[in-house]
């Protein structure tokens, strides 16, 4: 089994730029698709990013996903923050055995 | 659109089986290309995958959690549920449902429950 390793927080000035990193600790990051969700507190998980790069309706164009197969990572870049982006962010991929969640990073917008 | 519905016993004793129930809503269970899951997230915590279904029947689970869990799907009530024997009070937590993108086995959630927050306590 693999594990995804995200950092424990991030924080950021409203308007910047902030970039969450998740690390795939065995197998190939881009054999199998990263998914980002937001979880804001006391709320479903919503997706941001599926298939490493794509974003559902309705998510803006502020969100991105990329990966990077000389780190072994997936990353999820939020630009121009808002204060609405405050929330926990998780990223998640899966083999042919296993779903795999990481650890989760809270996103603090100051 | 597609609703999931978590339903079930908010408290349970100790050693007591829990079982949970997601009812779906706007969209048939036995369509293909899609696997529905149990996902938990004990407070304060991170999301656990416990595994998932196919409208088959066919089953995976998290290996890396003990083989205390079932999950079952019952197409005619268009609802797939959650068996979880000997509970402690390590599965308190928020309890899941969600469906799938799949191929031949789940890839990502695309659709989230509200969520139930089971408690084990005597």
């Known amino acids: 089994n693999f594990m995804l390793t995200q950092p424990h927080s991030v924080s950021e000035s409203p308007g910047k730029t902030v970039t969450i990193s998740c690390t795939r600790s065995?197998?190939?990051?881009?054999?199998?698709?990263v998914q980002w969700y937001q979880q804001r507190p006391g709320s479903s998980p919503t997706t941001v990013i599926y298939?490493?790069?794509?974003?559902p309706s309705g998510v803006p164009d502020r969100f991105s996903g990329s990966i990077d197969s000389s780190s072994n990572s997936a990353s999820l870049t939020v630009s121009g923050l808002k204060p609405e982006d405050e929330a926990d962010y998780y990223c998640?991929?899966?083999?042919?055995?296993?779903?795999?969640f990481g650890g989760g990073t809270k996103l603090t917008v100051l | 659109q597609l609703q999931l519905q978590e339903s079930g016993p908010g408290l349970v004793k100790p050693a007591e089986t829990l079982s949970l129930t997601c009812t779906v809503s706007?969209?048939?269970?036995?369509?293909?290309?899609?696997?529905w899951g149990w996902i938990r997230q004990p407070p304060g915590k991170g999301l656990e995958w416990i595994g998932s279904v196919y409208y088959s029947g066919r089953t995976n689970y998290n290996p890396s959690l003990k083989s205390r869990f079932t999950i079952s799907v019952d197409t005619s009530t268009n609802q797939f549920s959650l068996k979880l024997r000997s509970v402690t009070a390590a599965d308190t937590a928020i309890y899941y449902c969600?469906?799938?993108?799949?191929?031949?086995?789940?890839?990502?959630?695309?659709?989230w429950g509200q969520g139930t927050l089971v408690t084990v306590s005597s």
């Open positions: 706007g969209g048939s269970i036995s369509r293909s290309s899609h696997y």
């Open positions: 065995s197998g190939r990051i881009a054999s199998n698709y």
């Open positions: 969600a469906r799938l993108d799949s191929t031949d086995y789940p890839r990502y959630c695309q659709h």
């Open positions: 998640q991929s899966y083999d042919s055995t296993n779903v795999v």
């Open positions: 298939e490493d790069n794509r974003r």
